[in-house]
């Protein structure tokens, strides 16, 4: 038994505890930027064929090379990275690239076409989430190998099985599944003929400026200069930090525990607005912020019920008061950044013309709905505004707050009446949005296309064709144009009120600069950024 | 040991299994229950009905409820917990990663509430109604009554924000992440151990506010509990006795008072420490402390089953240990047991 003595003693010496406090260290490493952001939404890890996430993407955008990406200041143009050049036949069905030369992998072992070939064809063999962006073109495990091939050391070739307009296949290059992992190390890890994807899902073998040192998930990611990359970053060292809340990121930016804050709130960014210690950058980001309206729902199957809605809505107040600088109105299915966006805002708040509306479709006293939504800030307080501009008209809409994956599995069910979510394209060619909100060729349970037109039931066989003429357009004008008019018909027949489209801000603290931020999250990068 | 202990000790051991099966079963049907396509944590959102199909296949979602947990519980005695779509890891070796991070956090809390906890309750209870009393009872009672996160919030907010004399949340300064080794997976003993003592004063640092949080919220509960038994123990005939027979003070109070509650105070304590160990999610989530209480909230939150599985099935068993311990203690302190 302890004995009074020992227990009081140790009790007493257990007050000395806050002896261990000590002062904060009011700056980070110099060698390293420190930057919080929320990375909790990894799920494929860092393998490039299977990366789907933003904080991964981002990642892989800095720990490896593609042949093509857009060029940061207009993105409707592509510019070679990995490739100093490449044609496009005539047929517009054989891409050959010429591969630069002198550009070394992590390990130090030089860059080839092989090394390219058999990045895009694991892709297309692993088809995992992201394979879909390569398989689209027809590709696949059987024919890939002679699709896409080397025609020598530094060359390589790519043929497709059908015509697809060249813009659209060389975005697709430009996403995240075409980054480019080194041959050598991956078959060498590989484990069950997985060609390395357990390895690289934590490991990196790519020829971007860094690579990756370590990875603790719902924690951080560090990544360390790539001695062997082209261009070296200018610090030599990243850390990003999990901090989810965004008051978090806030005290620890003041507090000079991170140098840069990734996920500010609305309310965040007011308190530091022209302080010249926090300066923020800002870059317009493609997701697009909507309502989903099913067409299950017999309502939403009069085209004037849908037009009433949109009608009811007071965008340019949501922005201003409840998003100021991080979303904005936004009414287009193509984001604006995209090639082809139109920048139309047909609708604007009109509870005149919303009820006549709502009286021409027979519901004069409105009706009574469910409004899905995510249980986090801006999405609940969106969703309370829109319930009083609802309201306005007749129509009661009640809010059901849940978890994000859980109102998404709703909707891929189809069991939503409406419902506010978020899309971002899987790559910057006009087809992945257009597919996703216009395409249903089949609005079966056994459809092979499931996405968002199939979830709304918005069964439209002339929209759905006018997707395909464009994705096989070979010319740029005329492709645009076709998505000119869908966008424009959309916007009136759609069961869809595109609402917001975001803006990233990050800010740093005075005296660290030089962060890239892209329009998607792999065309962000770090290697620029400088501290004083 | 004699017949009668091994005996009741082997009773004891032979409930852990049925215990933990049901507790394996009850989670693999509330995960099944949830309102969120396990599929989508894998293959997202945008994934084609093609991926969505092999996923769900894969994860052996097609099969019937039955099957899919024979198949969950026939790993399980192999030892598999399966793969974690959170961090692309065995789950077994998360739990490895993440589990001593609880058990340092949980166990420092511990040493600090039953240092402090328990001599208050006896001196409380010595000094009934008087002032010291009646602060200590304040003091237990607000320790129970705040919320952790509360607590937890309001601690970052005046040591770290404020005062600035506290490091912020995390295990580390970004300039010891990485560098510390994995040896136990505690880093203030791993830094001990590396000989590192900037590494070590720093994770010592980064452990103290979560700690204190912990530690005051056990405290408290220890505290009334020492006060109350301590309370009716000085009240027995056997007290007056021993006053009678002319014994000192402290003797009476520590010999033949304390000597009584034992029983009854080691199982507050292996409660209260079952219920650290496992009441850690918040205060984890609060200082950003990767333990196994993050791991699971992250993991419910992003549909991840096995992960949830395997972690509750951890805490389960840690509660499940803790009560057998306290059970041997038993036979070990109480004479009338043996």
């Known amino acids: 038994m302890l004995s009074r003595r020992t227990l009081l003693a140790a009790s007493a010496s257990s007050l000395a505890a806050p002896a261990l406090f000590r002062s904060a260290e009011a700056a980070t490493p110099k060698n390293a930027v420190v930057m919080a952001k929320a990375i909790d939404d990894i799920v494929g890890a860092f393998d490039p064929a299977q990366s789907y996430e933003f904080a991964n993407n981002e990642a892989c955008g800095n720990l490896y090379r593609k042949l093509i990406v857009p060029d940061p200041a207009d993105t409707s143009k592509l510019v070679g990275d990995l490739a100093e050049k490449w044609d496009v036949s005539k047929d517009g069905l054989v891409f050959t690239f010429q591969i630069r030369r002198g550009v070394l992998f992590d390990s130090g072992k030089p860059l080839t076409a092989e090394d390219v070939a ?21 590709w696949n495990a059987d024919n890939v190998e002679k699709m896409i091939r080397t025609t020598g050391d530094y060359t390589v070739e790519l043929t497709l099985p059908a015509v697809q307009a060249t813009t659209f296949v060389l975005y697709c290059l430009s996403a995240t599944c075409g ?16 060609l390395g994807n357990a390895w690289l899902k934590t490991h990196s073998a790519g020829a971007g400026p860094y690579r990756l040192v370590d990875w603790q998930a719902s924690d951080h990611i560090i990544l360390e200069t790539n001695p062997h990359a082209a261009v070296k970053p200018r610090v030599p060292r990243v850390v990003i930090r999990h901090v989810a809340e965004p008051a978090a990121q806030l005290l620890a930016l003041k507090k000079g525990d991170i140098d840069v804050a990734r996920d500010l709130s609305a309310d965040q960014l007011k308190t530091i607005a022209g302080d010249a210690n926090y300066p923020p950058t800002r870059m317009g980001q493609l997701t697009s912020m909507y309502i989903s309206l099913n067409m299950a729902v017999p ?26 600088g991080l979303w904005f109105v936004w009414q287009s299915f193509l984001p604006k950044g995209v090639p082809g966006a139109i920048g139309d805002a047909p609708f604007k708040k009109d509870v005149a013309k919303a009820k006549a509306l709502l009286a021409q479709a027979g519901l004069p006293d409105g009706f009574t709905v469910t409004l899905d939504h ?6 609940s307080e969106i969703a309370q505004a829109i319930q009083a501009d609802m309201a306005a008209i007749g ?6 707050a849940g978890e994000q994956k859980q109102v998404i599995s709703k909707m891929r069910a189809r069991q939503h009446q409406m419902a506010m979510n978020t899309w971002f394209p899987d790559y910057l060619d006009a087809n992945s949005n257009a597919q996703a909100f216009c395409a249903n060729p089949d609005d079966s349970d056994a459809s092979k296309l499931r996405i968002l037109a199939w979830r709304t039931h918005f069964f439209d066989p002339a929209m759905t064709t006018a997707v395909d003429d464009a994705a096989k357009e070979l010319d740029p004008a005329k492709r645009n144009a076709i998505y000119a008019t869908m966008q424009r018909d959309f916007q009136q027949r759609a069961p869809f009120i595109m609402l917001l489209q975001n803006f990233e801000v990050d800010v740093a603290r005075k005296g660290v600069s030089g962060l890239s931020i892209g329009v998607l999250p792999d065309y962000t990068r770090y290697a620029q950024i400088v501290k004083a | 040991m004699t017949g009668h202990r091994l005996r009741q000790a082997l009773a004891s051991l032979a409930s852990v299994p049925v215990t933990l099966f049901g507790l394996v079963l009850v989670t693999f049907l509330i995960g099944r229950a949830m309102p969120i396509d396990p599929v989508i944590a894998i293959a997202g959102d945008h994934a084609p009905p093609d991926v969505i199909a092999r996923v769900r296949l894969e994860m052996g979602l097609d099969q019937p409820l039955p099957v899919q947990f024979w198949i969950y519980l026939r790993n399980l005695l192999h030892g598999d917990l399966g793969h974690s779509v959170m961090t692309s890891r065995a789950v077994t070796e998360d739990i490895a990663r993440f589990f001593p991070a609880t058990l340092e956090l949980a166990t420092t809390a511990m040493i600090v509430a039953v240092l402090l906890g328990v001599p208050l309750g006896v001196v409380a209870a010595w000094r009934q109604g008087s002032r010291f009393d009646h602060v200590v009872r304040v003091f237990s009672l607000a320790g129970q009554s705040v919320p952790v996160f509360v607590l937890g919030l309001v601690c970052l907010l005046v040591f770290y924000a404020k005062l600035g004399i506290a ?33 070590f004063w720093d994770a010592a640092a980064h452990l103290v506010q979560p700690a204190a949080v912990l530690a005051y919220f056990s405290m408290a509960y220890i505290t009334r509990m020492t006060r109350a038994f301590m309370i009716e123990a000085l009240s027995g005939e056997y007290i007056v006795t021993a006053r009678a027979k002319g014994l000192s003070a402290s003797r009476i109070l520590w010999r033949h008072a304390f000597g009584n509650i034992t ?14 160990l496992e009441g850690a999610v918040i205060t984890e989530t609060v200082f950003s402390w990767p333990g196994i209480g993050l791991y699971l909230t992250g993991s419910l939150l992003n549909a991840d089953m096995n992960a949830v599985l395997g972690a509750t099935l951890v805490i389960g068993l840690v509660y499940l240990v803790l009560n057998l311990l306290s059970d041997l203690a038993y036979s070990l302190l109480d004479p009338r047991v043996r």
């Open chain 1, 179 to 194: 980054c480019v992992v080194e041959k050598a190390s991956a078959l060498a890890n590989q484990t069950n003929n997985d």
């Open chain 1, 299 to 324: 309502e939403f199957k009069k085209p004037e019920v849908l037009q009433a809605l949109k009608y009811a809505i007071d965008y340019e107040a949501i922005a201003k008061n409840i998003t100021p």
């Open chain 1, 395 to 400: 129509v009661k809409l009640n809010l059901q």
């Open chain 1, 118 to 138: 058999f990045s895009l064809q694991r892709v297309v063999k692993l088809n995992l989430t992201p394979g879909f962006i390569l398989t689209q073109f027809g």
């Open chain 2, 167 to 199: 490091p912020g949340t995390g295990q580390l300064d970004v300039a010891y992440e990485g560098l510390v080794p994995h040896i136990t997976g505690m880093l203030v003993l791993d830094a001990a151990l590396d000989g590192d003592w900037d590494e």
């Open chain 1, 374 to 379: 995510f249980a986090r800030s801006p999405f």
């Open chain 2, 263 to 276: 029983v009854r105070l080691v199982t507050v304590l292996a409660l209260a420490y079952a219920g650290l």
